[in-house]
């Protein structure tokens, strides 16, 4: 993910440098894409922005979060197994595709105070609309935020990790905004703050 926020210049974010490969909250260790992508955020953010700043990220969404979006290797399997029960093809679901539209993607903001200091869409390679929700429902359940709850108008909470290889802690604490735009469609606006202690 480095190099993600486009600042400075070309190499301002150096390749090739340690990324997180576990992060433990509460002693449980993960390794799925949501441990590696926060605490990447959080670090390339903080290489430039090193007060402690307001991260916001913000997609267009028409599905309710929910605990199926932790593991969405299974709700694809599961959508495969469907496609076959009812004899659909791999064309079928790209012409599917072509009518519904690509993607949306995330759209970023850094705020430094009351002042954007930094804003941009992100690459959909990396992040867009339909995986935002998966990053999303990990932070809600790291939080310990129980899951009746993850679409209500308004959801905070807050945790920690630890990557114990890089001998980095973070503390995240986020606020999560569901707002209603069209029948089946909302906005959902993440505001991330991430302190980080390195020994």
Partial sequence: MAGLLNLGAPDAYPTGRPATETLYVRRAPYRNSAAKFWPALADEVAEFFPDRPLIELSAPSGTPLSRQF????????????????????LEDVMAELELTGLPVPVRLRVWVGDRVAHEQTLPTDCLDNETFPCLVAWLLEWAEVPEASWNAASVEG??????????????MAFSLANEPVKEGLVQRTLKLRSSLEVK
């Fill in 158 to 171: 807050r945790f920690g990790g630890h990557d114990v290889k890089r001998s980095r802690r973070y503390a």
């Fill in 70 to 89: 932790l593991f969405p290797e299974q709700e694809l399997q599961r959508d495969l197994e469907r496609l076959s029960e009812e004899g659909r093809t």
